[in-house]
């Protein structure tokens, strides 16, 4: 599921499938499973559902945001 989380947060930012595959090192018909799998899981059908769990807190891109702010002393 972590890979998952790292596609979807790639997603939300606006990231495309292809260098999503390129970032991880891994195929885009890789991408798309995994976007797949993630809408299967929470039960979406489109990317906007994807995005809100990239950006709930606790995941990924929560966690990313939070250290950001950290560094810049806000």
Known sequence: MARER???QLLAE???????AERLHVSVKTVGTH????MQKLGN???G?????AIRPGSVGARRSSRARATRGA
Request: charged share 25%.
């Open 6 to 8: 790292e596609v979807s």
């Open 35 to 38: 976007r797949e799998h993630l």
């Open 14 to 20: 606006g990231h495309a499938a292809v260098d999503i």
């Open 45 to 47: 059908d489109s990317l």
């Open 49 to 53: 559902g994807l995005t809100k769990f």
